[in-house]
């Protein structure tokens, strides 16, 4: 008896293993076919404009373009602050060299211009929550087939556009088709996608009549119409189908302010011509509202983002009283505060974000929120090195202009492509 219990147990043990060996072989088999089918990109169809002019999709995201393994969601969460997190060390470095892209403008090409170090290309934006892949310029160009997309704002738009191009450079070489006669908008078109991707220079977003030379040096104050947007990028506006729009450092400047082409103000006109100052705080937020208002209230749905204010990294002085930026890291959270000034544009495009997202017709607006992950960047400026080798010959304690606002290629700003990828998935 205790005989045949004891094989009747073992038989019993011998089934069960053999359920539960079933089970796990059903298991790893379905988990492998799972991970092979969704390792694979799903197919973009194409989106055929005609007549040239770009329609929006009905679902302007990349959402349903991307492979399933392209996710920045962590740990079951279902919302992702990616704005908010810290740099970390990126041994791997750039996706481009300052060899390998011809787009670099002379003045962000910190490298060829001399500087001596190079731990600066070696950090990506990490948010807190989840994970921010790298951009994939293939496809960005796959899904931006047959559409355009347009930067507007100042310089700092231009130096996320070279950014870009450089990126997608690894893949398909744009060629310029346009620019002005100051080389400060241009257009290039990527034929094997035909894809168009535009700067506009309008740093006010509005109407200026602006006098100072391509150095910065002024020799006289803007005139800037408060109460009418600038044409060049208005009249544009239906051709696009992503804009990324910003305002910025200009409103800094002295400026006379006009509505229905009477003078109502200034802005750091010392009283010259005993006009009244407004500061440009009002300036700033009538720029915004009516911008983003146009945007949003539009009959052509436009997927917009609304980039913020960048800080810059002046210490001791200004860019033109001897100010400098000499530092090689970045900074951690808690190690330094935004600037009173910057505080203010900050609050004031946070306001007229919100506003603007209220009155929304359909059109995709979504934040760009550039300030604080830029704050912690002080060691990703050209610096002195804006110019050619500028101690070349010359004594190591001379005053050279620096350039503490403006970004190295590749440096710091190609982490916004990383932030804009994911806005376009997550949109």
């Known amino acids: 008896m205790k005989l045949e219990t004891n094989i009747t147990q073992i038989l019993q043990k011998q089934k069960q293993n053999q359920v539960l060996i079933k089970i796990a072989t059903c298991s790893i088999l379905i988990g492998l076919a799972y991970r092979l089918y969704f390792s694979t990109p799903i197919q973009i169809s194409s989106v055929i404009v005609a007549d040239n002019h770009h329609k929006s999709p009905p679902n302007p995201t990349l959402s349903d373009e991307f492979p399933a393994n392209y996710t920045r969601i962590h740990q079951g969460s279902t919302e992702c602050d990616i704005f908010s997190g810290e740099w970390v060390r990126d041994p791997t470095g750039p996706q481009y060299s300052n060899y390998s892209c011809s787009t670099i403008e002379q003045h962000q090409n910190c490298m060829k211009n001399g500087r001596p170090d190079s731990d600066y290309i070696y950090w990506r934006w990490s948010p807190y929550d989840c994970s921010l892949p790298r951009f994939d310029p293939r496809i960005f160009l796959r899904f ?15 130096n996320h556009v070279q950014s870009l191009l450089c990126i997608l450079s690894q893949v398909e070489e744009a060629m310029e088709v346009y620019h002005d006669e100051e080389y400060r908008s241009k257009r290039w078109f990527f034929g094997s996608h035909n894809f168009t991707l535009s700067v506009i220079w309008s740093p006010f977003l509005l109407k200026a009549n602006t006098f100072e030379d391509n150095d910065g040096h002024s020799s006289g104050a803007i005139e800037l119409h408060l109460d009418e947007l600038n044409s060049v990028w208005v009249n544009q506006l239906t051709n696009f189908n992503y804009i990324i729009i910003s305002g910025g450092k200009w ?3 002295t400026a006379i302010y006009y509505e229905n082409n009477t003078i109502i103000g200034c802005h750091n006109c010392n009283n010259k011509q005993n006009l009244t100052e407004t500061g440009f705080e009002y300036a700033y937020r009538k720029a915004l509202h009516t911008a983003l208002g146009l945007i949003t209230t539009s009959s052509h749905k436009v997927y917009a983002f609304f980039r913020t204010t960048t800080p810059d990294h002046f210490e001791n002085g200004e860019w033109n009283t ?23 544009m900050r609050d004031i495009e946070l306001d007229e974000f919100e506003k603007a997202k209220e009155v929304t017709n359909g059109s995709g607006l ?8 830029s704050l912690l960047r002080p060691d990703g400026h050209p610096g002195p090195y804006r110019e050619y ?7 190591r304690n001379v005053k050279a202009q620096n350039d503490c606002l403006h970004w190295c290629l590749p440096g710091p700003i190609d982490s916004w492509n990383d932030l804009m990828m994911s806005l376009l998935v997550y949109g």
């Open 322 to 344: 001897g100010g400098y930026c000499n530092r090689t890291v970045p900074f951690k959270t808690g190690e330094i505060d935004m600037r009173e000034v910057d505080t203010i």
């Open 366 to 373: 979504r934040l760009f929120d550039t300030t604080r992950l």
């Open 144 to 158: 931006m087939r047959n559409k355009s997309m347009a930067f507007v704002g100042d310089s700092i738009s231009r």
């Open 389 to 395: 080798h500028p101690f070349d010959g010359k004594d």
């Open 251 to 253: 409103f800094l400047k």
